[in-house]
């Protein structure tokens, strides 16, 4: 009985527990059930914070200036191009994003000689020197450090030899530079497998433009003289060297467009001294030629307009003069025909003959014209002389008449 008891008292004891048969856990192994318990739950919920931030970690977003190219195990995906929004990838090295900026204009100094991989076009200066107010150019050009091009001779550009029958007057010229590139649309995957190196300052592809623009500027400076670089044709020269460039990198399918800006040209600094010299002597030159020039034009504008004025005035004295000789003969062949009817009318009448008659009409006739002349022609009369003759000598006038009617007479 008392065995009995002592087994209904446990069982009364675990009244929770369903199963009669299992018997009650002590104290110590009660609370590691309960620990593993609760560590179960909390690694559970760690797994579901894990997963949660797995996926959230996947989640990146596109901006509006850039172009994310996706990568699976290093190899572009088919249809990988992802534009501006938010998406989703596996992590890394599963999946990959490259980004690659898009609308934005890069710009590369292209000054001076940085180091071999860096070709530029513009004498080699450090920048301690470039700061220094007095800075001296070394005594000789240093042709390892120095960048410049070649320029064509002028004698050759015009056709001309020498009499030793070479071209003479080749020179040196130094050119800086800015390359301002940018990504066209749609080049992204271009850009991508053909120049990305991953580096912020493209590096590569930097490399590349310059060593282009160089190849471009040495051979367009081989069609140009000095002068048209320095002082005449800039502009055309770098749209020349823009064109051939573009021209270059369009033979590799970048992705990309560039445009040019010359940003300095210089001559060789030992000489400059003598190149500005005789570039002030050009200038000078050819201010005096276009004052001469504007000089002459001014003279023969003058000139021309003088000519028309007396051609304008010789016609209107020409028409005077004719039309004062038509009145003179029409006035005479008036006096001519009274003076014939005259003479017949005495002749018919028996007062005279005919001849006779005519002569001493005509006689008069002759005086009173004369008379008319003669003070015509003494109105106009600055000086008049009448000199003393013999007897047997006729009397004669000496006048003095001025020759331009429009020159005021001198009082005395």
Known sequence: ??????????????????????????PGSQALSDALKF??????????????????????TIEANEVGIELLFGRVKEGGLLRTGWHWKWPSPIEEIVRIPVDVDHKIMVDRVDGIDKPAMWYYVTDEQRLKDNYYPPQNIQFIKDGYSLTASASALKGDKSETDQMVDYNLCHTNWTITWNVIEGGELKVFEKVWDGTPDWKKLTTILRTVLADSVITVSAHYDIEDIIW???????LEVQDYMKERLSRFDYGIEVELQLVGKETPQQVKTAFDAANSAEQQAEKLKNEAKGKSEEIMNQATADAAN??????????????SARADADYLTEVLAKIDKAAKEAAQSGKGEYKKVYNDLMA?????????????VMANVDQAYAPTTSGDKPDQWRIFINRDPSIKKTEK
């Open 1 to 26: 009985m008392s065995d009995h008891h002592h087994i209904h008292g446990q069982c009364s004891c675990n009244s929770d527990n369903h199963n009669p048969d299992i018997e009650p856990l002590d």
């Open 39 to 60: 560590s179960f739950m909390l690694l559970k919920l760690i797994m579901i914070l894990v997963l949660a931030g797995f996926i959230y970690s996947g989640f990146y």
């Open 232 to 238: 005449g044709s800039s502009e055309k020269f770098k």
């Open 310 to 323: 007396i051609l304008a005035q010789a016609r209107a004295y020409a028409d005077t003069v004719v039309q």
């Open 364 to 376: 008069i006739t002759v005086d009173q014209l004369y008379q008319e002349t003669v003070r015509v």
